[in-house]
């Protein structure tokens, strides 16, 4: 249809245009969207994807996981109560903050390991 036609036409004319290509429109989107909906259920389904598979692509909306790191093991020791430890990283403890101002030093509280103190033995028979 061209324009000039459609300048021609009356309101009347017009209005019922409208509402014929409204009802179309409206039946083509219908159908636009059921063939949408039916390709969306066709790849969701749980048969095409292993659970792992499905796990994976939906970890790839959220946080990724966290890595695993390595246990550390302490370094340092509390003297007064053994069981508490350090391991060197992070915030000093409390009771190694205490025990640094009154003047001792951190090496006093260093766990001593078997390995190092035969090594130190080992070394000075050699000689």
Not at 10 to 29: G, N, P
Not at 60 to 81: H, I
Not at 94 to 114: C, D, K, P, Y
């Amino acid at each position: 249809m061209r324009r000039q036609d459609l300048e021609a036409m009356d309101f009347e004319e017009l209005w019922l245009l409208h509402e014929e290509l409204t009802k179309i429109l409206a039946e083509k989107i219908t159908v636009e969207k059921r063939e949408l909906e039916k390709r969306l259920a066709q790849l969701n389904q749980p048969d095409q994807f292993g659970e792992a598979e499905r796990r994976a692509a939906n970890a790839g909306t959220s946080e990724p996981p966290r890595r695993k790191y390595p246990k550390v093991v302490p370094k340092y020791f509390n003297p007064l109560r053994p069981t508490e430890t350090w391991s060197g990283r992070g915030k000093q403890p409390r009771w190694l903050v205490a025990a640094l101002q009154s003047g001792h030093t951190l090496e006093e509280f260093r766990i001593r390991e078997n390995d190092e103190s035969s090594d130190r033995n080992a070394g000075g028979q050699g000689h």
